[in-house]
């Protein structure tokens, strides 16, 4: 499971993932709910998590499902549907995407996605915080 962009594997949104996750497993399905690097309870700081970093931890979790797992299903939230959609596309072990809420793109008009004080400021310092999460230029940018 890929979780969107303000939330952790054991919290997300009404606790989707948690509730998803049991969901699963009460049907005998393995599923990982992962933090990637900076997110949540993992080792890291968020104000360093970039797109590409999340695609990277992303992609090392796939790897090692694909050593335990027949099937590889993706489930992704927000931007973890993005995520999940540039890792099926290049790994053909990953069978099936389920897409919940995703984000379309081009991401052309942050302008739009912030206050104008945080967009001055994300302008101006290069990191502002949106929602008590701090958020870098770069993983605008990417």
């Given at each position: 499971?890929?979780?969107g962009?303000?939330?952790?594997t054991?919290?997300?949104?009404?606790?989707?993932?948690?509730?998803?996750?049991?969901?699963?497993?009460?049907?005998?399905?393995?599923?990982?709910?992962?933090d990637?690097?900076?997110?949540?309870?993992?080792?890291?700081?968020?104000?360093?998590?970039?797109?590409?970093?999340?695609l990277?931890?992303?992609?090392?979790?796939?790897?090692?499902a694909?050593a335990?797992a027949?099937?590889?299903v993706?489930?992704g939230?927000?931007?973890?549907?993005?995520?999940?959609v540039?890792?099926a596309?290049?790994?053909?072990?990953?069978?099936r995407?389920?897409?919940?809420?995703?984000?379309?793109?081009?991401?052309?008009?942050?302008?739009?996605?912030?206050?104008?004080?945080?967009?001055?400021?994300?302008?101006?310092?290069g990191?502002?915080?949106r929602?008590?999460?701090?958020?870098?230029?770069?993983?605008?940018?990417?």
């Open positions: 499971m890929l979780q962009f303000y939330s952790s054991h919290v997300g949104p009404a606790r989707l993932y948690v509730q998803f996750g049991r969901l699963l497993a009460a049907r005998g399905i393995e599923a990982l709910r992962v990637p690097c900076g997110v949540g309870d993992s080792d890291g700081e968020f104000e360093r998590t970039t797109y590409a970093s999340e990277d931890d992303y992609r090392i979790v796939v790897a090692h694909k335990r027949r099937r590889i993706l489930i939230h927000c931007l973890g549907a993005g995520l999940a540039r890792i596309a290049e790994d053909p072990a990953v069978g995407l389920l897409l919940i809420s995703p984000g379309c793109g081009p991401f052309s008009t942050p302008e739009n996605h912030f206050s104008d004080a945080e967009y001055e400021e994300l302008a101006r310092a990191h502002t915080v929602k008590a999460v701090p958020i870098a230029r770069e993983f605008v940018e990417a």
